[in-house]
C-alpha cells in the first residue's frame, strides 16, 4: 500500500499556471505507475495524465496535451502535475493515484489501488 498526499492547489485566474504536488510513502512508489485524476461536482473521475516508473511510458486526456506536463522524482517519492494556460473547465480537485502495474498507463480508476485525499483546483474566468 502506498500513502499519497497531494498540495498545490488554489485558485487561478484563466490562462495561470500552477504545480501540483503528490508525496509518497511506502516500499511501492518505486515500481508502479502513477496518474493524476480530477472529478468536478456531479461528473465522473476523469483520468488527466500518468507516467510510469521509468518515465518512459506517458499518457494525457486528449483536453490537457500541450498544456499539463506530469513528471516524477522516485529519489524524492514524489509526483508532479505542472499545469499552464488554465481554463475554467479544468476547475475540479485533482486526486493522484498509485498503479501496482508498471511500464503501462492505464486510464481506469478502479485499477488504481491508493489514492490522495485530492487538491482543489479553481480557475476563475
Known amino acids: 500500500q502506498v500513502q499519497l498526499v497531494e498540495s498545490g492547489g488554489g485558485l487561478v485566474q484563466a490562462g495561470g499556471s500552477l504545480r501540483l504536488s503528490c508525496a509518497a510513502s511506502?516500499?511501492?512508489?518505486?515500481?508502479?505507475?502513477m496518474a493524476w485524476f480530477r472529478q468536478a461536482p456531479g461528473k465522473e473521475r476523469e483520468f488527466v495524465a500518468g507516467l510510469s516508473w521509468s518515465g518512459i511510458s506517458t499518457r494525457y486526456v486528449d483536453s490537457v496535451k500541450g498544456r499539463f506536463t506530469i513528471s516524477r522524482d522516485n529519489a524524492k517519492n514524489t509526483v508532479y502535475l505542472q499545469m499552464n494556460s488554465l481554463k475554467p473547465e479544468d476547475t475540479a480537485v485533482y486526486l493522484c493515484?498509485?498503479?501496482?502495474?508498471?511500464?503501462?498507463?492505464?486510464?481506469?480508476?478502479?485499477?488504481?489501488?491508493?489514492w490522495g485525499q485530492g487538491t482543489q483546483v479553481t480557475v476563475s474566468s
Open positions: 511506502g516500499r511501492t512508489f518505486n515500481t508502479g505507475t
Open positions: 493515484a498509485a498503479d501496482r502495474v508498471n511500464g503501462i498507463v492505464r486510464v481506469s480508476p478502479v485499477v488504481y489501488t491508493s
